[in-house]
């Protein structure tokens, strides 16, 4: 079932033009120095037609909630996506979402000097300036009020979120927010997915923030279940107005 993302009313992003494409169950919201939207929608297509070809042939690649072995000979999206599972524990497909964010949008990086694209919470951004990104968290008091700041020297990177409370995603955990931070958008996705499944009240929000601490890839990461809120990490925490 799709869920309006009413949270892409409130973004502002200067020197940016913004712009979806969508296609199935992927709704991206891009933000570029130029309208790409045609050359998004092919390469959305192309992300899109290699995953479901190999899951087509790999049928445990589209189902599977724990690791699989690497296939060498998949396509690199494909490898990337068994490679952040392999670090974070959870099934492949954790990773589908910041993978077709980060391949998209690095291919969109020949294009335009700035990039950021949102793909049902998860953000694979390249940035010339300093910018602000803020966390949606349901019905959390802290959802909209708190951000990252995210320098330009720290991108290329994925920020992506998890939620048991929000959208359609599985989550085996209640947290309104897990969000990890990585220079791979496909790591940040799938980590995210892990941390999430093991919150599931906030005295288990330390726990979560040490199973962050472990996955090897990850720069920060941040829950917030309810009124309650921590976080670890490079990470640079910004109330906003």
């Known amino acids: 079932m799709y869920e309006p993302r009413n949270y892409r009313h409130h973004v502002q992003a200067r ?6 494409v969508g296609m199935q169950e992927s709704d991206l919201f891009i933000l570029a120095g130029t309208d790409l939207s045609r050359e998004a929608i092919v390469f959305l297509e192309e992300c899109r037609s290699v995953i479901s070809g190999y899951i087509r042939t790999n049928p445990e690649f589209g189902s599977s909630l724990s690791p699989l072995p690497l296939d060498q000979q998949a396509h690199a999206i494909v490898r990337e996506m068994y490679s952040a599972s392999l670090k974070a524990g ?8 910041g993978a077709i964010a980060e391949f998209i949008g690095r291919r969109l990086l020949a294009m335009t000097p700035e990039i950021i ?11 010339a ?3 602000r990104i803020g966390i949606y968290a349901g019905n959390s008091p802290l959802s909209g009020k708190i951000g990252l700041a995210i320098s330009p020297e720290a991108t290329p990177a994925g ?3 998890s939620s048991g409370t929000v959208g359609p995603s599985l989550s085996f955990g209640k947290a309104d927010a897990a969000v990890v931070l990585s220079h791979s958008c496909t790591l940040a996705d799938a980590a995210a997915t892990a941390i999430g499944n093991t919150v599931t009240c906030p005295d288990a929000i330390a726990g979560g923030l040490d199973l962050a601490k472990n996955i090897e890839g990850i720069s920060g990461a941040v829950i917030i279940i309810g ?3 921590g976080a670890w990490g490079d990470i640079e925490l910004v109330r906003l107005d």
Do not use: H, W, Y
């Open 227 to 229: 009124d309650s809120m």
């Open 15 to 20: 020197g940016l033009i913004s712009f979806q």
């Open 129 to 131: 300036i300093s910018r």
């Open 90 to 97: 959870v099934g492949p497909m954790a990773g589908v979402a």
């Open 159 to 161: 920020i992506c979120t």
């Open 117 to 127: 694209i949102e793909n049902g919470g998860d953000i694979f951004i390249k940035t």
